[in-house]
């Protein structure tokens, strides 16, 4: 258990739809990232919120957003979804003295 | 951050050491070397980082040679439970300011009996 929890965990969502996934960062940690991970792929990096800000952004389209909350939880919403992103999106929490300690994930499923 | 390069797949009998290899040829001087790993469904799990000194806590040990173009993490007494996909990562920065992660395919660690 590393304290990250994300929901839901399974969701099933159909093209042109939008989905919003929600993480829930460890105790005294101020940076969330967000990774898609294909099937048989390594985490893609998405991108990264630093007290409410958006810090650092990976190669993924303005469909996917974000929202960090002042008790740095965070939200990824994705627009017009397509086929392609099925995946397992990760969330990983992390403080300036600790490394990155990740959630269980969300399985979306886009049909 | 530069690009690390690992074998797709290793076998190791449980109770044996387990050696996983990385290359990273165009590391710079300020860039760690990163380990994570990735039991089935679950999300990714920190197991170690070093510089250039090796490195060794609870779960593994960390060689990086001297030229700091390889490393090898080793899992001294491999069990049932450490089969993953083992992920090798370079990137700049300690800690929190290395959240950032770029992980390849990895290596699928297979333990057995």
């Known amino acids: 258990e590393t304290g990250v929890t994300q929901s839901p965990t399974h969701l099933i969502k159909t093209r042109g739809q939008q989905v919003t996934l929600r993480c829930s960062s460890q105790?005294?940690?101020?940076?969330v990232s967000w990774y898609q991970q294909a099937l048989g792929q390594g985490p893609q990096f998405i991108f990264q919120?630093?007290?409410?800000?958006?810090?650092g952004r990976g190669n993924f389209p303005p469909r996917f957003s974000g929202l960090q909350f002042p008790n740095y939880s965070s939200e990824l919403n994705v627009n017009a979804l397509e086929l392609d992103d099925s995946a397992l999106y990760l969330c990983a929490s992390s403080s300036r003295v600790s490394e990155a300690f990740f959630g269980q994930g969300t399985r979306l499923t886009v049909v | 951050d530069a690009k690390t390069t690992q074998p797709p797949s290793m076998d190791c009998a449980e109770g044996r050491a387990a050696n996983l290899p990385c290359n990273h040829s165009?590391?710079?001087?300020?860039?760690?070397v990163y380990w994570y790993r990735q039991i089935h469904s679950q999300g990714p799990q920190y197991i170690i980082h070093g510089l250039k000194n090796n490195e060794t806590n609870e779960m593994a040990s960390l060689i990086i040679t001297e030229d700091r173009k390889s490393s090898t993490l080793i899992l001294p007494h491999a069990t049932l439970r450490d089969t993953a996909v083992y992920y090798c990562?370079?990137?700049?920065?300690?800690?929190?300011?290395?959240?950032?992660?770029?992980f390849g395919t990895g290596t699928r660690l297979q333990v057995t009996l």
């Open positions: 919120y630093y007290r409410e800000e958006e810090n």
């Open positions: 165009t590391i710079s001087g300020n860039e760690y």
């Open positions: 990562i370079s990137l700049l920065g300690n800690t929190g300011t290395a959240s950032k992660l770029t």
């Open positions: 105790s005294g940690h101020n940076t």
